[in-house]
């Protein structure tokens, strides 16, 4: 088996090395919060850096200007950023945003965003899930009504990530009633939303870290034109399923590498003092460990994906195992470190990196599906074990 990167990769990777070496990371400023998934803090100087080397549409087809290069390359770049600390934040989001315009947009909305995506310009949140509605999503109550060539949006979201940072929403709506559209899941429609819409406000939610990171997002009589659909009418719920796998997949893909850099800046930091703590510094190599073994099932998982070979649970346990992993390198970071991982400012230990991570890692089983539902996943898809559909105690009646 081979385990390295062929050369066309090979190449990507020094010359991403290049770049970073003539500005390095920590020389961009930041526009929006570090959310821990890995990519660092949303810079969109980075952002349109990256654009203007074709980096951002490195695996479109020519056809939408870009580079038509495998995805074995995107995971070279990918990788070689987060190991370095870049901040490319909303890279992996962006690119998934356009390859779901490539699939399913239509070409108003193709010629409308793609190039502005391209260049770095143009950035997506996600405006699924409302105060009730999360683990149960379908539960949404967000309604469109057609009038004429419009649709009229009324709803609430909440939770939306870096939402005040982008140029769009994804929102998703009931456009036909759940008894007309025969199920649930039937009748909702994704609805690509400006930012400067009338009568769409974001309201900040400060995190744990003291910074802006989500969003709630109050839609009022909200106008978009029928050509701001992605996908289909009614079809909305299937078109989030389709990105679901690809979303987790690329969402964590940068954790390994991101967890593996802090794991060595913590191994510096502390190494004088190990050789006295056996049983922290075997904890340590055994993350270490971990965080190989999770790159690679990360790696398999892409290569599956690339493939077309079904994924109907392997998303949920990456993602989980990558979330789960983080939260442990923070807590070895806190019993080694101690509280201080928790300061802020010039004398941070390590600069704020630990803090960083420890705070963000507590979302993260929350974010894209809770460890306890994404369990169930793989309990029923991967183990084919049965389904229990009784709510838990004080879920509100809910299941995924
Ligand atoms: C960091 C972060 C980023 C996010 N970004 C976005 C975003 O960009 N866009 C967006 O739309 N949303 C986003 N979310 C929201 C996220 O998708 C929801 O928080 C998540 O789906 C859980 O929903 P909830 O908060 O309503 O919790 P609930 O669904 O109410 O769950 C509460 C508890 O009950 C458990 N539970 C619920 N149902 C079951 C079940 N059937 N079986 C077992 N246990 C169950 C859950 O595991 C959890 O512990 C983000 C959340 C976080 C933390």
């Known amino acids: 088996m081979e385990f390295g990167y062929p050369p066309s990769a ?6 991403v090395q290049a770049f970073l070496a003539e500005r390095p990371p920590e020389t961009w400023p930041h526009d929006a919060m570090d959310g821990g998934y890995g990519t660092g803090a949303y810079s969109f100087e980075f952002l349109r850096a990256l654009g203007a080397r074709g980096w951002i549409g490195l695996t479109w087809p020519s056809r939408w200007g870009g580079a038509g290069r495998p995805m074995i390359d995107q995971l070279a ?14 890279l992996a989001g962006s690119d998934q945003w356009a390859q779901s315009l490539i699939r399913e947009g239509n070409p108003t909305l193709q010629a409308d965003l793609l ?101 709630e997002a109050f839609l009022d009589d909200v106008r978009v034109p ?12 299937r078109e989030l ?19 593996a850099r802090q794991l060595s800046l913590l191994r510096r930091h502390v190494a004088a003092d190990l050789a006295g703590q056996p049983a922290m510094a075997r904890r ?18 892409g290569w599956l994906l690339d493939q077309g070979i079904p994924t109907p649970y392997e998303s949920a346990l990456y993602k989980t195992m990558a979330d789960e992993l983080g939260q442990r390198v923070a807590n070895l970071a806190l019993d080694l470190l101690g509280s201080d ?60």
């Open 77 to 90: 770049l990918m990788e070689e950023l987060a190991l370095a600390g870049a901040p490319f934040g909303p």
């Open 10 to 15: 090979q190449r990507l990777r020094a010359d």
């Open 341 to 400: 991982i928790l300061l802020d400012g010039p004398g941070a230990p390590l600069g704020g990196a630990m803090r960083q991570l420890y705070l963000t890692s507590v979302g993260q089983t929350i974010a894209g599906g809770t460890s306890e539902v994404l369990r169930t996943t793989v309990a029923t898809r991967g183990l084919g074990l049965p389904r229990n559909d009784a709510p838990p105690a004080g879920a509100r009646g809910r299941h995924p």
């Open 115 to 215: 190039p502005r995506i391209a260049a770095g310009e143009a950035l997506a949140w996600q405006g699924y899930s409302e105060p009730d509605a999360g683990s149960d999503l379908l539960a949404l109550t967000t309604r469109a009504r057609r009038d004429g060539d419009e649709y009229r949006i009324d709803g609430h979201k909440i939770w939306s990530s870096e939402a005040g940072a982008c140029t769009h929403g994804m929102v998703l709506a009931r456009t036909t009633g759940v008894e007309e559209a025969g199920s649930r899941a039937g009748g909702l429609t994704m609805f690509v939303v400006p930012n400067d819409a009338p009568g769409l406000t974001l309201r900040p939610i400060v995190s744990l870290t003291g910074e802006v990171y989500h969003y």
């Open 284 to 301: 340590l190599v055994e993350l270490e460990a971990e965080v190989d073994a999770t790159r690679l099932l990360f790696h398999r998982f």
């Open 241 to 259: 399923l389709k990105g679901l796998d690809r979303d987790r997949f690329w969402g964590r893909f940068c954790k390994p590498p991101a967890l």
């Open 226 to 237: 029928a050509w701001r659909i992605m996908g289909r009418e009614n079809e909305g719920f």
